[in-house]
Antibody
Framework: QVQLVESGGGVVQPGRSLRLSCAASGFVFSSFAMHWIRQAPGKGLEWVAVVRYDGSVDYADSLKGRLSISRDNSKNTVYLEVKSPRAEDTAVYYC?????????????WGQGTMVTVSS | DIVLTQSPGTLSLSPGERATLSCRTSQSVNSNFLAWYQQKPGQAPRLLIQGTSTRATGIPDRFSGSGSGTDFSLTISRLEPEDFAVYYCQQYGNSPLYSFGQGTKLDIK
């Protein structure tokens, strides 16, 4: 079954690092660029970061320096570390697959994992 | 930075009616790199349209996309009850690398 399953969310204290995971199955994970996209409660979608098939990465400018995205192709898993989270990082975090065509759209999404930053 | 502005913010229509949603961008977007998503409460977004007008796999043909440059639209020809949701446009290639509009909520009149 082609799917993405996120984990690692929950309540985290401000300043304590958090690592999210996204396990992929049903497709050739190593061929795809993988992204994290987040959605604050009641708000729209915000692109966060990408790790491409070759391991290169990019981040949203507003989040650079506080995030680290990585992948482990042997485990079909992509990770997002949020360093020193703040209240404004509270959101549902989705991992998403970039379609393997020339359109640069996200054709597969996980169900999301909720992160609440609170003391 | 590029800004995607969707209108209207909320669209109230009845099943069977035609819906037209707009996405205007502050900079020109390559038509290959404009997509539309549908999101229902408590669910992840679902890809509807990629490359401005190409339906994703399994998307019914009542959904269509069009546009170019800075002006794009999503049309639902005859609304079904399951179409009432929030819709987002998304671009690639400008700064930021990927970005979304703020969404249009389509609700039942």
């Amino acid at each position: 079954q082609v799917q993405l399953v996120e984990s690692g969310g929950g309540v985290v204290q401000p300043g304590r690092s958090l690592r999210l995971s996204c396990a992929a199955s049903g497709f050739v994970f190593s061929s795809f660029a993988m992204h994290w996209i987040r959605q604050a409660p009641g708000k729209g979608l915000e692109w966060v970061a990408v790790v491409r098939y070759d391991g290169s990465v990019d981040y949203a400018d507003s989040l650079k320096g506080r995030l680290s995205i990585s992948r482990d192709n042997s485990k079909n898993t992509v990770y997002l570390e949020v360093k020193s989270p703040r209240a404004e990082d509270t959101a549902v975090y989705y991992c998403a697959r970039l379609a393997l065509n020339h359109y640069s759209a996200f054709d597969l999404w996980g169900q999301g994992t909720m992160v609440t930053v609170s003391s | 930075d590029i800004v995607l502005t969707q209108s209207p913010g909320t669209l109230s229509l009845s099943p069977g009616e035609r819906a037209t949603l707009s996405c205007r961008t502050s900079q020109s977007v390559n038509s290959n790199f404009l997509a539309w998503y549908q999101q229902k409460p408590g669910q992840a977004p679902r890809l509807l349209i990629q490359g401005t007008s190409t339906r994703a796999t399994g998307i019914p043909d009542r959904f269509s996309g069009s546009g170019s440059g800075t002006d794009f639209s999503l049309t639902i020809s005859r609304l079904e009850p399951e179409d009432f949701a929030v819709y987002y446009c998304q671009q690639y290639g400008n700064s930021p690398l990927y970005s979304f509009g703020q969404g249009t909520k389509l609700d039942i009149k």
